[in-house]
């Protein structure tokens, strides 16, 4: 149980494009899911908590108009990557805690950006 | 602010032999303490969480780690490693009132030979 897809996997984009990944909890209830970005051999950093039905809530640094998150169900979130450029290029990971579990988060297995 | 440090980003190991790696947080609150595993491609998984009571806390692959107060440290040990265990291990720290955000170690790379 507690599973945690995220799509697509990978993903190469122009500069100046947009891109979305989706989050989605497959097998449980999720009123609250992190999105999490992740540097060649650094540290998950947390960019932003998405709560459904509400605003994210960002951490300092993050540009909110660059990284839009949407959460409208307690199944599914997504993050979306306005106007990338080659610097946005990295690992973004979501994860999920669910209605009862509320320390564990259930991680999705990432997405690997590319901007060229 | 809390922090993580992970002093080891590889530590090599042959299989069979025992391995610690090594995690110490920085906090002035109390905290709750995680160890995550992520194998290749693939997301994190939580190996094992202290949160309150025995301050040894087990996996169910034979990994356990020993919440130490005054020295902040949760390291992870196995006595006995596999093949299997290959894999990056990530400590992470959840701070008592900080809205329960995981602060993440910069993760440890285990790489057990034959």
């Known amino acids: 149980g507690a599973v945690v897809s995220q799509h697509p996997s990978r993903v190469i984009c122009k500069s100046g494009t947009s891109v979305k990944i989706e989050c989605r909890s497959l097998d449980f209830q999720a009123t609250t899911m992190f999105w999490y970005r992740q540097f060649p051999k650094k540290s998950l950093m947390l960019m932003a908590t998405?709560?459904?039905?509400?605003?994210?809530?960002?951490e300092q640094g993050v540009e909110k108009d660059k990284f839009l998150i949407n959460h409208a169900s307690l199944t599914l979130s997504t993050l979306t990557v306005t106007s990338a450029h080659p610097e946005d290029s990295s690992f973004y990971i979501c994860?999920?805690?669910?209605?009862?579990?509320?320390?564990?988060?259930?991680f999705g297995p990432g997405t690997r950006l590319l901007v060229l | 602010a809390q922090s993580v440090t992970q002093l080891d980003s590889q530590v090599p190991v042959f299989e069979e032999a025992p391995v610690e790696l090594r995690c110490n947080y920085s906090s002035s609150v109390s905290v709750y303490l995680f160890w995550y595993v992520q194998y290749p491609n693939q997301g994190l998984q939580l190996l094992l969480k202290?949160?309150?009571?025995?301050?040894l806390v087990e996996s169910i692959n034979g990994f356990e780690a020993e919440f130490n107060k005054s020295q902040t440290s949760f390291h992870l040990r196995k006595p006995s490693v596999h093949i299997s265990d290959t894999a990056e291990y990530f400590c992470a720290v959840i701070v008592t009132g900080g809205g329960n955000k995981l602060t993440f170690g910069t993760g440890t790379q285990l790489k057990v030979e034959l």
């Open positions: 202290y949160l309150s009571g025995s301050t």
């Open positions: 998405s709560n459904e039905g509400s605003k994210a809530t960002y």
């Open positions: 994860s999920a805690r669910d209605l009862t579990g509320q320390l564990t988060q259930y």
